[in-house]
Every structure is written in structure tokens, then in C-alpha cells.
């Protein structure tokens, strides 16, 4: 039971990537998902999630106006397209799951591995 983040790679500053979370051994429609992300040296934190009951979404400051989160139910993925990117968005990103996006990150589960986002000219 595991979600994998994919979709990460190498873009100039003010590229777009898309990130794809695809879930396994679970249907990612009964949970809230976030998309995390861990700079080098610094703590992981939340930069987006979306919730279940009514798919309303949060984002972190440092990401409102230039990513969006959604869901695919049929295709079992959440994905984080993320627009405009600066060389403060590298970083290691992760998705993982809970109940509500409110919860604190120790109460997501079911990390992967993570996707390498590098935005560099």
C-alpha cells in the first residue's frame, strides 16, 4: 500500500512540469492527498493537498497562483501541475495520504519515494 510521485526532471525557470501520484493496493478517492517537498537541507513541507468530501484544495504561500492540485478517480492519480517554477521549488517532491488536508504531515501516510524537481537554467 504505497503511492508513488513521478513526473519530476530537469526545467528552466519558468518552465511547467506536471507530477503524477498514482496509488497502489488502495483507491485514492476515499483519502485526502498532499503534495509535500524537501528542499536540500531543509525540513519537508506541505505545498499542496486536496480533500475528499468535496475536493476543495490548499497551497502553500510559496505556491498559490502557480500550481494546481487535482484529482483522477478513474485513473487512481492526483497530480500537481506546477507552472512559473523558480530555482526555489527544486527539491525532492512526495505525495502522501490522509483523512483531511487539515492534519498535521505526521498524520499523512503511505509515502514513496519521492520525484526530483530541478529548476535551473
Known amino acids: 500500500v504505497q503511492l508513488q510521485a513521478s513526473g519530476g526532471g530537469l526545467v528552466q525557470p519558468g518552465g511547467s512540469l506536471r507530477l503524477s501520484c498514482a496509488a497502489s493496493g488502495f483507491t485514492l478517492d476515499y483519502y485526502a492527498v498532499g503534495w509535500f517537498r524537501q528542499a536540500p537541507g531543509k525540513e519537508r513541507k506541505k505545498v499542496s493537498c486536496i480533500n475528499v468530501s468535496d475536493d476543495s484544495t490548499i497551497y502553500a504561500d510559496s505556491a498559490k497562483g502557480r500550481f494546481s492540485i487535482s484529482r483522477d478517480n478513474v485513473k487512481n492519480t492526483v497530480y500537481l501541475q506546477m507552472n512559473s517554477l523558480k530555482p526555489e521549488d527544486t527539491a525532492i517532491y512526495y505525495c502522501?495520504?490522509?483523512?483531511?488536508?487539515?492534519?498535521?504531515?505526521?498524520?499523512?501516510?503511505?509515502w514513496g519515494q519521492g520525484t526530483q524537481v530541478t529548476v535551473s537554467s
Open positions: 502522501a495520504r490522509s483523512d483531511l488536508c487539515s492534519w498535521p504531515q505526521s498524520d499523512f501516510g503511505s
